[in-house]
Nanobody, 118 residues
Framework: QVQLVESGGGLVQAGGSLRLSCAASERTFSSYNMGWFRQPPGKEREFVARINWSGESTYYADFVKGRFTISRDNAKNTVYLQMNSLKPEDTAVYFC???????????WGQGTQVTVSS
């Protein structure tokens, strides 16, 4: 199974930006569709965005459309989430995972904390 490590979270002001990274452990990373998920405080984990194995197809949850961009660099075994125009309601622990459709197919790591202040 692919092992994933999220990084890049932090504390930002509303309207600011962050770029999250998800580093994979193996060369076969390019064979997997990937997704970002998040878990706000006291709430269940929710889908944020996905990208297919080649990076040619992306899909976003409505609440991040126009603000977040998912991308990948298979040569670096890494998936990114560029987050712009951040809102306090974006505060959450962000996770990446392999996906089948919109469903995570791998194990969950520790994620990376994103906190947006107002």
């Amino acid at each position: 199974q692919v092992q994933l490590v999220e990084s890049g979270g932090g504390l930002v002001q509303a309207g600011g930006s962050l770029r999250l990274s998800c580093a994979a452990s193996e060369r076969t990373f390019s064979s997997y569709n990937m997704g970002w998920f998040r878990q706000p405080p006291g709430k269940e984990r929710e889908f944020v965005a996905r990208i297919n194995w080649s990076g040619e197809s992306t899909y976003y949850a409505d609440f991040v459309k126009g603000r977040f961009t998912i991308s990948r660099d298979n040569a670096k075994n890494t998936v990114y989430l560029q987050m712009n125009s951040l809102k306090p309601e974006d505060t959450a622990v962000y996770f990446c995972n392999t996906v089948r459709g919109f469903t995570a197919s791998g194990g969950w790591g520790q994620g990376t904390q994103v906190t947006v202040s107002s």
